[in-house]
Every structure is written in C-alpha cells, then in structure tokens.
C-alpha cells in the first residue's frame, strides 16, 4: 500500500510528561484511502500518538505533516479545521444536548437572514436537516427524533452519532479511539461496517483498538506501537493475531523488512 | 469495499449467527403507569415545569387566603417590583451555574458598581452617563477577574468568588468610607442614577423601570443562551468540559464570557438597584448571593451544570416574590417568610433529584 505519498505522518514525534516519555521519537504514517490499525499495549503511547494528531496535545519535538506540509495544531478545533476529525473513546457528546446540537458542536450553522448577520442566530431547521441526513447516510435513522437527547439513546447509537459527526465533517482523516470498546457484539458489527462506509468514501481511518479480530477484519495495515514508539507495520494477511500480540508486548522481534517501513 | 461480507470469516465465526438474528424490534408488555410515574415522565420531559407549578399554586393559594388584597394589580407590580434586583442578579447567577460553577461575588459586585457610580458622579462630578458606564465595565471587569481566576489560574469558582466577594465588599467599603450618598443627593446630582425606580402608571399597577429592566435581560439571555452558537457552548461546557473541549469548543474563551457576561449583568443591576433603593448604600442587599442562588434552584437549573432553562430562575425569583408578599398579607412574622424559603430550596432540588432519576 506503499505506492503513493502518506496523507498524514509523523516524524520523530517526542511528548514528555513531566519525567514520563510518553512518545519517544515516534513515526507515524497514513496512506490515501486505507484503515490503518494502530495496536499497542497499554501505556505503550497510543493514546498519546492519537491525541497529537488530532490536537488535543502539543508536541515537544518532531513534525506532523498533513498531505506532505508542516503543520502544527494547537487545539482540536484546528485539526478539525485542517480536515482531520477524531472519534474519542469518551465520545465527546454532551449528554444533556440533543443529537443535532451535538453533531454541529463548535460548527453551527448561521442563519442567512438579519437575524443570523446582526444577531447571530443559528439555523436549527438546517442543523436539524443536514443531521438527519448524514444519520441516514450511515443507515443510523433507527434513531427517531434528532432532538432527543444524546443521553436517551444506547451505547451503540450514541457512538454511531460520533462516527457520523466525524464522517460528515472530516475531508481527510478520520481517527477512532476504540471505538468499539463499549459495544455489545450486534452494534459492535454495526461500527465496523460503518467504518468500512467511511473508507468506502474514500476517507483513510487511523482505527485504534485492543480487539485483535476486529482489527484483523478491518485494517490494511496494522502499526505496532510500543515503548513510546513504532515498532514495525505489518500486514494482517502475512500474520496472525498470535503474532501481532507477541510484537506489542515484546514476545517476539518483529521481521526486519516491517520495522523498515 | 465490502469486505465484511465477502471475504471468508477467520476464526471470529461466531458473528455468523448476527444475520439469523432477530430484526424486530424489541416488545415489551407495556406496564401502566400510575399516575405519580407519568408526571415523574411529564416533568422530565419539561423540567421549567415544575417551577411554573408551584408559582400558579402559590398564586392560588395565596390569593384564595388573601383575596383581593393579593390580586390588585398594585399589590402584582409590587411583586415584580421587589424582586426585579434579585431577579437581575439571578439571571447572572444562572449563566454561571449553567456552566457548573457558582458565583458567590454577584451581590457585593453590585454593590460595589452602584457606589463606584455613585460616588463618580457625586463626589468627583463626573457626569452621570460616564459614571454609570465606568460602574458597567467596572462590573464587567469584576466578572473577568473572577473568570481569570477559574480559567487560567484553574481555582475552583466556590472559593475564587467567595475571595472575590470579600474582597469586592471591602473595596466597597472604602470608596464608599462606609457612607450613603442621600436619595435627595442624587435628585439635585445625577437623577439619571434613579432612572430605575420612576415606573408607568398600567390600571392600578405601578411597574417600574426595574422591573421592565428585569425582564429584558431575562429575554436578552434567553436568547443568548438558545438561539445562538455561544448559548449552545455554554450548556456544553458545563455537561461535559472535557468533552467540549475535544469537541472543538475553546472552553476557556466560553467561560471568560460567561463570568464577564455575568459581571456585567450584575453591574446593570447595580444602576437599577439605586433606583430600587434610591440612594447608594454600602450596606445594602447583603444576602443577595445566596438570594440569587436561591431563585435559581428554585427555578430548577441544576447545580451541576448544563441543565434548566433561563426561564426557571426568573420563575423562581417571583416564587420568592409571592411568598413572601402572601404570607405578610395574611399577616404571618417575617422569620416564617425565611423559614418558607428555606424549605421550598430544599424541596426543589429533591424534585429535581427525584425527575433526573430517570435519564440515570
């Protein structure tokens, strides 16, 4: 899957924590059009890896770039704006908003009219609308009413509303934090496909996960992260999950030609 | 790219049985509700009413002990009238709970503006005008201290704005040198101060400009708060402020605005409170704070943050109104007006507690 230029990589990221390195001299790369796992053990840095590329923590040395040009986010919102969207494993929603409020959170949509120049009013009609839409886009309409708060709905439905936040929005990358962590087997199913709708969409996906069969099923490519950075990049046809497992805790040396990648 | 569907499933095979599973959707014999259930349901679904409910009950009651008395429209204006300030410093207190903080400072920063006013326009003759917009950003600059403290300095906003307070009545206190400036003062001075207090004569009703006041900021906040990007963003914040932050929302920049917004409404509230009272006095509305929290628990926002509707504290603030104007109509001692209160807080938040438990 080597044959173009990554969309997003990462060169000798390092992050510190007061003593604690959390990435160390980590590399990181995303091609056009293709899921990329991330797997590591726990404390192995992923989540850190995860959150500077979306944003959420500045790193102290190193360099992003995005389609081949620097780029440095200081927030979320501008990685977001850069067109990287990320699903968090927390979900960010706000609970108590509604499911078109939340998918629009930080993006409102400004209505046209006096109302909306002088007073900045927003536009529910049209959030509502483009919300419904894009649910229905991913086959998530079992969910009735878009005003209902996020909070009534299940687990599977309330990260099926992040996964369409993030799919609607995104022109880049799509990142997802475990996103099938919290789910029962059915809406765990669920995600996986809508996943597969994204990349269908030709949306790459950065898909952190500890679930090994999903994982296989899912991913072009699998990144192996451990000790702060990347180990190697294997491929899920060449190896077993048995294998994956032994390279992210150490059980076993990964084969020279995927630590070169 | 389907490959879900056509490449062979490895050893995770025990999905396979998912395409012969049921699609319908789940039945349950549906149990009746009683009717305690249903109107658990009904208030959750409409959380502003419940304050609403013990205001019309209230009125009933009230009117039914006091008759006409209660009902004349100039005994309904007074009730608006006295709690117009409350009221004003409520629906700053609100934009604070809503984003789960608490603003114990509201009080004593009008208090400390409607002196700063006074004493521009008096004692060093500014004209009025200047006066009472040196008093509004003084105010406003009051709010973004308290709103520096919680955002940059990250302290909890409880004891940021308990140390504001003290402090805001202490500066109060010396610009003041502990003196009221006469109603009769400002008449030949700077009777723009007063402005609040004149009222329009509607039947027998004496509403104030205060009152009007009050109900403007009201319906300036409601909109605020519902109809625009930056209301949406302050529910946010305080449901879930990691969760806003990661969804984009400048969460700082929000709250900044929220205690500076706050500061100001209270510094608003301080020109109409010169009116209210008609002279400027340190020592006045000493138990506004914890006045203005009250009006808001009774009007169901929730102390957590993000929950309620700005409609509640207003609500609540004449809830407050109207007790205390019934029960000395009827002729109760004022200590059974404090002790009412005192119970009907209480008795709010085990509503409120009672109604959430079912989104729990």
């Known amino acids: 899957m080597t044959q173009s230029e990554p969309i997003l990589s990462a060169r000798n990221v390092v992050k510190r924590y007061g003593r604690v390195t959390a990435l160390d001299h980590a590399d ?50 501008a990685a977001r704006g850069a067109g990287i969207e990320t699903v968090y494993q927390t979900l960010a929603l706000s609970p108590a908003l509604s499911i078109a409020d939340n998918m629009f959170m930080g993006r409102e949509i400004r209505r046209q009219d006096l109302l909306g120049r002088w007073f900045k009013a927003i536009d529910r009609a049209a959030m509502e609308r483009i919300a419904r839409e894009k649910l229905s886009e991913l086959g998530l309409m079992t969910i009735q009413n878009i005003t209902q708060a996020v909070e009534t709905l299940s687990g599977g439905q309330r990260q099926g509303v992040a996964v369409a936040r993030a799919a609607a929005f995104g022109s880049k990358v799509v990142i997802m934090d475990e996103p099938t962590a919290a789910l029962g087997v059915k809406e765990s199913r669920r995600v996986l496909e809508l996943i597969q709708d994204v990349r269908a969409r030709g949306l790459p996906i950065v898909l952190i996960s500890h679930n090994m069969p999903h994982v296989f099923e899912v991913a072009d490519r699998i990144h192996v992260h451990r000790l702060g950075r990347r180990l190697c990049v294997i491929d899920p046809k060449d190896h077993s999950m048995s294998d994956a497992v032994a390279f992210m805790t150490g059980a076993k040396k990964p084969p020279q030609e995927a630590t070169a990648a | 790219m389907s490959d879900a569907t056509s490449t062979p499933r490895r050893s995770d095979d025990y999905e396979q049985s998912l395409d012969e599973s049921e699609a319908s959707v789940a039945a349950f014999e549906s149990h009746d509700l009683n009717w305690l259930d249903r109107v658990q349901h009904f208030l959750h679904r409409n959380p502003t009413m419940v304050p609403v409910i013990v205001l019309v009950a209230s009125i009933a009651v009230f009117g039914f002990l006091a008759g006409t ?292």
């Open chain 1, 28 to 77: 990181f790369d995303l091609y056009p059009g293709e899921i990329l796992a991330v797997i590591g053990d726990n404390g192995a840095g992923k989540s850190s890896l995860i959150k500077a590329l979306s944003g959420a923590i500045q790193i102290d040395e190193g360099e992003i770039r995005l389609e081949g040009n620097p780029v440095r986010f200081n927030s979320p919102m």
């Open chain 2, 69 to 360: 008395r209660f009902f004349s429209p100039f005994n309904l204006s007074l009730i608006l009238q006295q709690v117009s300030i409350i009221g004003v410093l409520a629906a700053a207190q609100s934009l604070v709970i809503l984003t789960a903080g608490i603003d114990l400072s509201v009080g004593a920063n009008m208090v400390l503006m409607s002196v700063i006013m006074g004493q521009l326009s008096v004692t060093v003759g500014l004209p009025t005008p200047i006066a009472i917009a040196v008093g509004l950003i003084g105010g406003m600059a009051a709010g973004g201290l308290n709103g520096f403290l919680v955002t940059r300095v990250k302290l909890p906003p409880f004891i940021v704005t308990l140390g504001t307070w003290n402090i805001f009545f202490a500066l109060n206190l010396w610009l003041s040198g502990a003196q009221s400036i006469r109603s009769q003062t400002l008449d030949e001075q700077a009777p723009l101060l007063k402005l609040f207090g004149r009222s329009v004569a509607f039947g027998g009703a004496q509403i104030t400009y205060g009152s009007i006041l009050m109900v403007l900021v009201f319906a300036v906040l409601w909109y605020m708060l519902n109809r625009t990007a930056w209301g949406r963003h302050v529910y946010a914040v305080g449901d879930d402020k990691e969760a806003a932050e990661l969804s984009g929302i400048r969460t700082n920049h929000t709250l900044m605005s929220v205690y500076m917004l706050a500061g100001l409404v209270c510094a608003i509230g301080a020109w109409a409170s010169i009116g209210r009272v008609g002279s400027v006095s340190p020592q006045s509305f000493q138990e506004a704070n914890l006045q203005s929290i009250t009006a808001v628990v009774i009007g169901g926002i929730s102390l957590f943050g993000g929950r309620g509707s700005i409609v509640g504290p207003l609500i609540g603030a004449l809830i407050v109104g109207v007790f205390n104007s019934g029960l000395r109509l009827v002729g109760v001692d004022v200590l059974w007006q404090v002790f009412a209160i005192g119970w009907l807080t209480i008795l709010a938040v085990a509503i409120d507690q009672w109604i959430r438990k079912l989104s729990s």
